[in-house]
């Protein structure tokens, strides 16, 4: 009898295996780290939502820049797109928090749409003011080309 019990506890198979997968999948999960003993529970970072704001706002602001007769909407999306990027840019220096070139990203595109839009409603409103003032630009764009 003595025997049957020893076997019974023993066997690999016996009441407690639920109980052994269940502990073993807890103590998996809770190893540490083999080269500092600290917990290996790893914690991904988050892209910060700032950062790709920033970057759709500069995306959008460059494309509507492009277009011209976007441009004035361009310089409003370029104005909250800087904004953005500035923020993003000190967001992503956070420990939880990534996206610091996403905001560069954005924060680049939307300067450079800034300044597009600026120069192209500076060149409509010459052309509009006095037609002969871009005369000469328009004669030298002609040579360049032709």
């Not at 409003?76 to 967001?91: E, H, N, S």
């Not at 300067?111 to 600026?118: P, R, T, Y």
């Not at 409509?124 to 006095?130: C, D, N, S, T």
């Given at each position: 009898?003595?025997?049957?019990?020893?076997?019974?506890?023993?066997?690999?198979?016996?009441?407690?295996?639920?109980?052994?997968?269940?502990?073993?999948?807890?103590?998996?999960?809770?190893?540490?780290?083999?080269?500092?003993?600290?917990?290996?529970?790893?914690?991904?970072?988050?892209?910060?939502?700032?950062?790709?704001?920033a970057l759709v706002f500069g995306l959008a602001a460059f494309i509507f820049a492009l277009t011209?007769?976007?441009s004035p909407l361009a310089i409003l999306f370029a104005i909250v797109g800087i904004v953005?990027?500035?923020?993003?840019?000190?967001?992503?220096?956070?420990?939880?928090?990534?996206?610091?070139?996403?905001?560069?990203?954005?924060?680049?595109?939307?300067?450079?749409?800034?300044?597009?839009?600026?120069?192209?409603?500076?060149?409509?409103?010459?052309?509009?003011?006095?037609?002969?003032?871009?005369?000469?630009?328009?004669?030298?764009?002609?040579?360049?080309?032709?």
């Amino acid at each position: 009898m003595m025997g049957e019990e020893k076997l019974a506890m023993t066997h690999p198979r016996g009441a407690d295996d639920a109980d052994h997968t269940t502990e073993e999948a807890t103590t998996s999960a809770d190893r540490s780290s083999w080269t500092t003993g600290a917990p290996s529970a790893v914690t991904r970072a988050k892209t910060s939502p700032v950062a790709v704001f920033a970057l759709v706002f500069g995306l959008a602001a460059f494309i509507f820049a492009l277009t011209g007769v976007l441009s004035p909407l361009a310089i409003l999306f370029a104005i909250v797109g800087i904004v953005l990027g500035v923020m993003g840019r000190k967001k992503g220096l956070q420990p939880q928090l990534t996206g610091k070139g996403v905001a560069t990203g954005g924060l680049v595109l939307a300067v450079i749409a800034l300044l597009l839009g600026i120069i192209v409603i500076v060149g409509a409103v010459m052309g509009l003011i006095g037609p002969s003032l871009l005369g000469p630009v328009q004669q030298q764009f002609s040579n360049l080309i032709g």
